[in-house]
């Protein structure tokens, strides 16, 4: 069974750094891209970017370019998330989930962690 | 601001059918079968409805329909019941990024 299981919730100042996690089981994690949607409170779901574990080739949205990292280590079939510096606009639930790709480009998302939800407040 | 457009609610009866439906551009929507449909109740994480259009995963009742029409795509639920009340998100390619719909509140009556 695949099942994606993110970290715990996160209470952070803005300034912070943050790294949250997903790890991936019940199939070959680093022949799979993982991605991140993110969802504010009360709002819709947004594409962020995703990353291929195996090479760690990452594409990110261009609203999230530049403002999060990826990054994977397969060893351990887990996934990252990071900020350098949060601001209280980053608060929202992150979800992780895997993208399948057609003709090399992404598709849809066929499964989803739990989500993590960060909290950035001074 | 989404790129793809979604009625903020819809409603329907148990054992009725209802149309959510995802207006998009000749840019995304209109150019690939790359739209999908996510089911999300509150608190929970979204789950794969639809993908290609009008695929359905393994698990799906065949209750839920997609469908699309040059810019539009549609998600039908037909016999409607009350587990299908629940939050709906389009999503499509759109040629170098994939955007979500704002989503489309389904209340049971």
């Known amino acids: 069974e695949v099942q994606l299981v993110q970290s715990g919730a996160e209470v952070k100042k803005p300034g912070e750094s943050l790294k949250i996690s997903c790890k991936g089981s019940?199939?070959?994690?680093?022949?799979?891209?993982i991605g991140w949607v993110r969802q504010m409170p009360g709002k819709g779901l947004e594409w962020m970017a995703i990353?291929?574990?195996?090479?760690?080739?990452?594409r990110y949205s261009p609203s999230f370019q530049g403002q999060v990292t990826l990054s994977a280590d397969t060893s351990i079939s887990t996934a990252y998330l990071q900020w350098s510096s949060l601001k209280a606009s980053d608060t929202a639930i992150y979800y992780c989930?895997?993208?399948?790709?057609?003709?090399?480009?992404?598709?849809?998302?066929?499964?989803w962690g739990q989500g993590t939800l960060v909290t950035v407040s001074s | 601001q989404s790129a793809l457009t979604q009625p903020p609610s819809a409603s329907g009866s148990p054992g009725q059918s209802v149309t959510i439906s995802c207006t998009g551009t000749s840019s995304d929507v209109g150019a690939y079968n790359d739209v999908s449909w996510y089911q999300q109740h509150p608190g929970k994480a979204p789950k794969l409805m639809i993908y290609d259009v009008s695929k359905r995963p393994s698990g799906v009742p065949d209750r839920f329909f997609g469908s699309k029409s040059g810019n539009t795509a549609s998600l039908t639920v037909s016999g409607l019941q009350a587990e299908d009340e629940a939050d709906y998100y389009c999503s499509s390619y759109a040629g170098n990024n994939n955007f979500f719909g704002g989503g489309t509140r389904l209340t049971v009556l």
């Open positions: 989930a895997r993208p399948r790709l057609k003709g090399g480009v992404p598709n849809y998302f066929d499964y």
């Open positions: 019940g199939y070959s994690f680093s022949s799979y891209w």
């Open positions: 990353i291929y574990p195996d090479d760690s080739d990452a």
